[in-house]
């Protein structure tokens, strides 16, 4: 039996829209066209990633990068350290879709409610007893207290939270599927943004008075 010439042109049709369709990524950066692609922070120009340092000025060192030092949690009542390995701080990193940070918690330590608008974040407790939770876009809270050697995930973009819940001082290391994952802290972007969000708003989004919302940005302001 033949096929109409109306039946051949909607398969074409078909496979036509399906070479269209974007491939899915994995990747949260572009993939990189190169072996490797170490950054040249100090490059006047800066295209979704940072141009290449040239081959003669690369060395082994550029390779590596130490999270073996212990970060100072004690100056803010937040009481908890991120030391970053990401590309303005590991260069190397540059283009390859993968970070990582260090992350030190004095007792009661908090990590503040948060977001990584450019990556999926996932973590390994070292020490102590650690509480992760984060929040849908549904609004549905979903957390654990993890000790040595559980880990968590966090999907890209979703607002998150780690706290010391153990009586001593907790450690996790943290990886991210993009070389600078950036980093949205919520207290600090909605009272502490310069210049600053409008009381209006704020009043209305919290139902709350000005003098409320003032007294938080009072201690925001730098």
């Known amino acids: 039996m033949m096929k109409s010439p109306n039946s051949a042109l909607y398969l074409l049709s078909c496979l036509t829209v399906l070479l269209l369709l974007p491939v899915p990524s994995l990747s949260a950066d572009p993939d990189q066209l190169q072996d490797f692609c ?30 073996s030092k212990e970060g100072v949690t004690n100056t803010s009542n ?47 407790i070292i020490k102590g007893r650690v509480l992760v939770g984060f929040v849908t876009t549904q609004n549905v809270y ?11 995930v966090i999907p890209r973009g979703l607002v998150h939270f780690q706290k010391n819940v153990g009586k001593g001082k907790a450690l996790a290391y943290t990886s991210f599927n993009s070389h600078l994952p950036g980093s949205v802290i919520l207290a600090t972007t909605l009272f502490g943004s310069q210049p600053s969000m409008p009381n209006e708003v704020l009043t209305q989004a919290f139902r709350v008075e000005d003098s409320v919302i003032n007294t938080i940005k009072s201690k925001f302001s730098s």
């Open 142 to 152: 979903y957390s654990k207290v993890l000790k040595p050697g559980e880990i968590f």
């Open 78 to 124: 937040l009481n908890f350290s991120i030391t970053p390995a990401n590309v303005l701080t590991f260069p190397a990193v540059n283009t390859l879709g993968i970070a990582m940070n260090r992350v030190d918690y004095g007792p009661g330590g908090l990590n503040p409610p948060h977001s990584h608008p450019r990556a999926t974040e996932s973590g390994v």
């Open 38 to 67: 170490v950054a040249d922070l100090n490059a006047s120009i800066s295209i979704n990633g940072f141009p290449c340092k040239p081959a003669s000025k690369i060395s082994a060192n550029d390779f590596f990068f130490d999270l």
